[in-house]
């Protein structure tokens, strides 16, 4: 034992004088990148020094209940390692405070009070190695355990944010809302809250990105904005939060509570419904997803219809869920399940037979901004169990809506933004319990939903929302039609908008669209090349809605082969050679797509081979550039020709200019010329930055090149 406490002295002078060291001369520490992991197990250590604490309290509480000299060796062993755990978790927190996302005042005082706390811990340990300092004792413990309780509530507002020890009534109380509050504080602020505030907040701004207010949101983080109004499928937000979660880009971060399915799904639909901040509860639809997830929380209570059929396994309801097509029960417990459908882009018509395996519990149904046709009625039809059915904005008429006629559960269709008739409404007065279809903004005039309603009383025909003539709106933005931003010359660009008497105002050039003297979009239109394509909605009495951007590429000859000379990175590999030329473009914010390729260690180099001389004029590449995530523009780009590979001549070397200052992700084409002629075989090289800039947080490691397409024209 006397052993021990030797070698516990020598060591507890040793961590205590490191510490002083370190934060006399905190300004001036540069960690190695091995220390970092230390720095990260402060959580887990911390919790040791805590407990211990609490024994030796209880201990010294009742010391009279104890005798002899064991119980004087047993509190002289459990304060040094009381001691000794206190000063590695304040060491360990002093290594994880380095790294980025705290604020530096909570922080400070966390740092600060824990060292001290190490050093009341040392002090303990001192004090009780001679009998006539024990006196002491007493009150140094009571002054530990306060600075215990001071260290820990800043610790706490650092990882669960202020207010997490003490919260005010305020935070406590569940919010309430009217027709007047806004949608984003009525639905989006309280998801958020709940599960990203944790990470994303004054004390705490992971990513440089601060969610608590929302100039923090409109703002982003490292990687740019969160969300792209307009498009669920390009915002940060969406993506992540639809990867795997042991991706270690999953957001939330594993461990820590998820979002669930509705939330995700009313998140997407605001997003993709224009990430409106000011739009007003009472704006909304009355079909509206959004609405449903409202009135849902708000009446939690109510009392859910029962149903006596067999639940879905588990196993089919995880294998039929995809981060685009989500299924969940309508409630806790019940058989009966709800589908959602996300993102036209990524919508496949088999998707919606595969609900068959579900047709018996299938209740509710969301097919809102999916490309559904008419011939997807009879699918549908086939889900007699269905009571809901939301078919907004998708490409249906009223041809064959007498195929929903087997559902004789149905109680509630929305049909908003469809080319419905009134003549087609008669096929739905043969559903025995239908309740309510909605038909705002269809070719249904008012006066005729009111003869509808006088014709069908039973029915309640809703017309939405229609505002006043005092009232301005903002619009959404216009929606691309498009599935592929890879274009030929059959595949014009087309846009559409679900509102009538909208004109799209678009430029090609890389100019902001005006509401007055930018081409009015009329009919699809055709690009010669790479374009940078904006558009945006406006409409008389309306406020213009948010500009859109698509950036559009053409190949005009497709290599028979692809030849990669130089493998990309293990954890990069895309889809092989072929993943150069199959026109499947990658996402700025998903870079493990396999649509990319990535290279570090060494060069981008491949080889296209036609099955003969091409006259190729041009070679573009399509290049991702995310600055935090250490992608980069290559530094240099060569490309090579000729008809004989062991014989190919170099036609252009390029170096791209580099970025300056940090900017918000996105895709670029870099294009380079190539001597008139034709060509077998065509080798492009692009060599990554071999240095990251100065400025960068990363400066003086290697960047990375992201190469999506490489197109020939």
Known sequence: MFRFQTLLSYLLVGLHVLLLFLLIFQEKVMLPAWLQPVGRMHPMLLHLPIGLLVIVGLLWLFKREFVGESFTKLMKFILGITALSAAAAALMGFFLSREE?????????????????????????????????????????????????????????????????????????????????????????????????????????????????????????????????????????????????????????????????????????????????????????????????????????????????????????????????????????????????????????????????????????????????????????????????????????????????????????????????????????????????????????????????????????????????????????????????????????????????????????????DSLTAPAYQKPFALNGYTIVKARAVKDKWYASDIVEYTFFKGGYRPKTVELLNEPNPQYMGEGGGTLVNFKKGEANDFKNKAWLGYREKPLEALFVFDKPTPVKSVMLSIGRNLGGYIFPPASIEVWAGNDRTKLELMQKLNPVQPTQNEAARIEAIETKVKEGSYTFIKVIARPVAKLPEWHGGKGQPAWVFVDEVFFN
């Open 101 to 513: 996302g705290y604020t530096a005042d909570v922080l400070n005082w966390h740092k600060y009070t824990g060292i001290g706390l190490s050093f009341l811990c040392y002090g303990l340990w001192a004090l009780y190695q001679t009998a006539e300092e024990q006196r002491l004792f007493t009150p140094l413990l009571g002054l530990s355990a306060v600075a215990m309780f001071v260290t820990g509530h800043f610790g706490a507002s650092l990882t669960h944010g202020e207010g997490y020890l003490f919260p005010t009534t305020d935070a406590a109380s569940q919010l309430t809302f009217t027709d007047d509050t806004p949608v984003f504080e009525a639905a989006i602020q309280p998801i958020l809250k709940a599960k990203c505030y944790q990470c994303h907040n004054e004390q705490k701004t992971k990513g440089e990105l601060l969610m608590t207010t929302l100039a923090g949101l409109l703002k982003g983080g490292k990687n740019g904005p969160i969300w792209v109004a307009g498009d669920a499928l390009k915002s940060h937000l969406i993506q992540r939060a639809n990867l795997p979660l042991e991706d270690k880009n999953h957001m939330p971060p594993k461990g820590k509570a998820q979002l669930a399915a509705d939330e995700i799904g009313v998140l997407t639909a605001w997003i993709n419904a224009g990430a409106n901040t000011k739009q007003k509860v009472g704006q909304l639809a009355a079909n509206d997803p959004i609405r449903a997830f409202l009135n849902k929380e708000k009446s939690a209570e109510t009392q859910v219809a029962t149903y006596d059929f067999e639940p879905a396994s588990e196993e089919t309801i995880e294998k039929l869920n995809t981060p685009f097509r989500v299924i969940f029960p309508i409630a806790n417990g019940s058989p009966a399940l709800h589908t959602d459908f996300f993102v036209r882009q990524a919508y496949k018509q088999e998707q919606l037979g595969e609900l068959s395996e579900i047709k018996d519990q299938l209740v509710a149904l969301n097919l809102s901004n999916m490309p559904v046709k008419n011939e997807d009625l009879k699918t549908i039809g086939q889900f007699e169990q269905l009571e809901k059915l939301v078919l907004n904005n998708t490409d249906i008429t009223d041809a064959t809506l007498s195929n929903l006629q087997s559902l004789t559960k149905l109680k509630s269709l929305s049909l908003s933004g469809t080319k419905q008739t009134k003549a087609g409404m008669a096929a739905l007065a043969k559903l025995p319990v239908l309740k309510e279809v909605f038909i705002w903004n269809t070719p249904i005039s008012e006066a005729e939903a009111k003869e509808l309603q006088k014709q069908y009383p039973a029915i309640r025909f809703e017309m939405g929302y229609v505002p006043t003539d005092a009232e301005k709106l903002k619009l959404n933005p216009p929606v691309l039609v498009n599935e592929n931003l890879v274009l030929t010359n059959a595949t014009p660009v087309s846009f559409k908008h679900p509102l009538k008497g909208v004109t799209i105002r678009y430029t090609t050039d890389g100019t902001l669209p």
